[in-house]
């Protein structure tokens, strides 16, 4: 890293991922749009199935599906930054059944935070696979 974080970009950084994890916990697919720059993709395993999916798939999902639950749980487990660039790490339990690690690879755009990119693996909540 060339300079030490600016944590206004790491407070920005971390208001993008609550966007999404407040989407994701309430069924909301607008505040999820929101967190997500227009031409983001999704990749990852899901029931042992590879996805590749415009990002817009993730939305018609949380659409059909409501709210997560009381059980839905995310944080947070790390934030890298470089000038515009950043990768934050998350952790769920129990969306939709199910456990998640997402990568999101994230872009400041027009000084707005942005997730371009979400690649994860998906496990039934509790297992192992």
Known sequence: MTG???TE???GIRACVQKYIDGSARGDADLLADAFHPDARMYGYFGGNF????IE?????ARQSGPA???YRAEVQSVALEGTAAVAT??????????????FSMIKVEGEWKIVNKTFHGRPAGGTA
Do not use: C, K, R
């Open 90 to 103: 998350l952790v769920e339990e129990n969306y939709l059944a199910h456990d998640f690690v997402d990568y």
């Open 51 to 54: 996805m590749s999916v415009p």
């Open 4 to 6: 030490t974080p600016n």
């Open 57 to 61: 798939e993730f939305f018609t999902i």
């Open 69 to 71: 639950g009381d059980g």
């Open 9 to 11: 970009d790491i407070s």
